[in-house]
């Protein structure tokens, strides 16, 4: 492939992986902003938001847990367009482990269900978004999240059905 900008390799894969994740960040806050607040929070709030779930009724921690794996995906992509793939990468691992909370719980929580599985669908579709904007060297870590988020995702939409 010619590089036309005269950019060395990785600075043109940089440009293009930065230029991609920004469309994607663009194009579906249209989407989101209607339905989800997109606005992130600084690492403070965000342990504050941790805590409330942690020490949430059972019945409300599905969702509570499922709005953190939404606002820790949404910061894994900001850090991954700012170039902080480790700190992207470890916001991901967070996320792998609310997921597993979310999985657990499942069965204890019957309060805003649909919400949940709109969120979860909503935070798939980004890190769909994201992995196909991502470098050979972030897929892995990714895919294993994607994955784990599909499967909760199935299970929250099972449980929708389940209670309606």
Avoid: W
């Amino acid at each position: 492939m010619r590089q036309a900008s005269g950019l060395p390799g990785s600075l043109h894969r940089s440009t293009r992986f930065a230029a991609l994740l920004l469309a994607l960040v663009f194009c579906s806050h249209a989407h989101a902003s209607a339905t989800f607040d997109t606005t992130l929070p600084d690492e403070q709030t965000l342990s504050q938001l941790e805590q409330r779930a942690q020490q949430a009724h059972p019945r409300e921690q599905c969702f509570l847990y499922t709005e953190l794996v939404h606002v820790m995906t949404e910061i894994a992509g900001k850090e991954m367009l700012d170039g902080n793939v480790e700190q992207a990468s470890a916001m991901l691992k967070r996320v792998e482990r609310y997921a597993q909370l979310i999985h657990l719980g499942l069965a204890n929580d019957t309060k805003r269900l649909k919400n949940a599985e709109q969120l979860m669908q909503h935070t798939t579709y980004r890190l769909n978004g994201l992995l196909r904007a991502a470098s050979s060297d972030d897929r892995e870590t990714l895919k294993s999240t994607l994955k784990q988020l599909d499967q909760v995702q199935d299970e929250l939409l099972t449980q929708v059905f389940k209670h309606n």
